[in-house]
């Protein structure tokens, strides 16, 4: 989708669902890593991607970078820091008592910086805005909820308050995918059909410009053959004095011919009768 449209949203939305994908695929972490720890180190580093991938596809679902441009800057600066810090404390320091507060801190900036691109970027009115909170609300829910004491909640429906957490938040997380992967097959359907518009439109200029080439191509041939009749008509009229020219030539040679001729016997006889 990304290669036909050039759409970073659908870009960073797929990768968000791949990061994803390995963090809460059973295979990769029951599997792979117990029969493998050493790729664990490598794996939770892509899987700390997630977070990167999703706050630059609220960058680009709510276009900050048009709107809020100084924001924008911020949270580019701030994700990729905040995934480099933690990068280096996951291999280098992955035993420090220190490491969880520190992700702890970084995880409580990630959420407000998100908090405060949705809440600026709410003031542009727009379709994109209702689709996330419909995709997002059931989550938001379950967060909230989260913080609902375990031991009530325990004593009520009797089980783990952690693993209804779980079920319910995996839901929530999925109802979100669904609703942003049809609307961005939506989208991606009217760009599309827009850039079809854009092409057609093009043609019909093409088209139209073709026709006005033609049209001034016919003009231009007009007027050529026009001056090519009028200069063909000026030679022939030329040609016709010339003619007319070389025949007095001719006509005038062939008179002083004659005459030169008829002079000759002439003075003969002039010269014949002066001397009889």
């Known amino acids: 989708v990304y290669r036909s449209v050039k759409n970073k949203v659908n870009l960073y939305f797929s990768l968000f669902l791949l990061c994803l994908f390995f963090e809460y ?3 990769f972490g029951g599997i792979l890593l117990s029969e493998h720890p050493f790729v664990k180190e490598y794996l939770i580093l892509l899987i700390l991607l997630w977070g990167v991938f999703f706050m630059f596809f609220i960058r680009h679902y709510f276009k900050v970078f048009e709107y809020f441009p100084r924001w924008d800057k911020f949270l580019q600066i701030f994700v990729i820091v905040m995934y480099l810090a933690a990068s280096i404390a996951v291999v280098f320091w992955s035993n420090s008592p220190w490491v969880e507060p520190i992700m702890g801190m970084f995880y409580a900036v990630y ?16 379709e994109h805005n209702k689709i996330f909170y419909i995709a997002l609300s059931p989550l938001f829910i379950v967060l909230i909820t989260s913080f609902i004491s375990s031991l009530v909640v325990d004593d009520i429906i009797g089980v783990e308050w952690s693993d209804v957490v779980n079920y319910i938040g995996g839901g929530a997380l999925m109802w979100a995918v669904v609703v942003f992967s049809k609307y961005l097959f ?15 439109e093009k043609e019909k200029e093409q088209v139209q410009f073709m026709a006005l080439q033609k049209i001034a191509l016919e003009k231009e041939v007009t007027e050529r053959t026009q001056e090519l009749k009028q200069s063909l008509e000026e030679l022939k009229a030329t040609q016709a004095q010339l003619i007319q020219s070389e025949k007095m030539a001719s006509l005038g040679e062939l008179t002083a011919g004659i005459a030169h001729e008829i002079q000759n016997p002439l003075n003969f006889v002039n010269n014949f009768s002066e001397v009889s």
């Open 25 to 27: 695929q059973p295979f």
């Open 186 to 200: 939506e989208d991606y359907g009217k760009q599309q059909q827009q850039i079809l518009q854009v092409q057609i």
């Open 111 to 126: 959420l407000l910086s998100l908090i405060i691109t949705v809440l600026i970027s709410a003031r542009v009115k727009g």
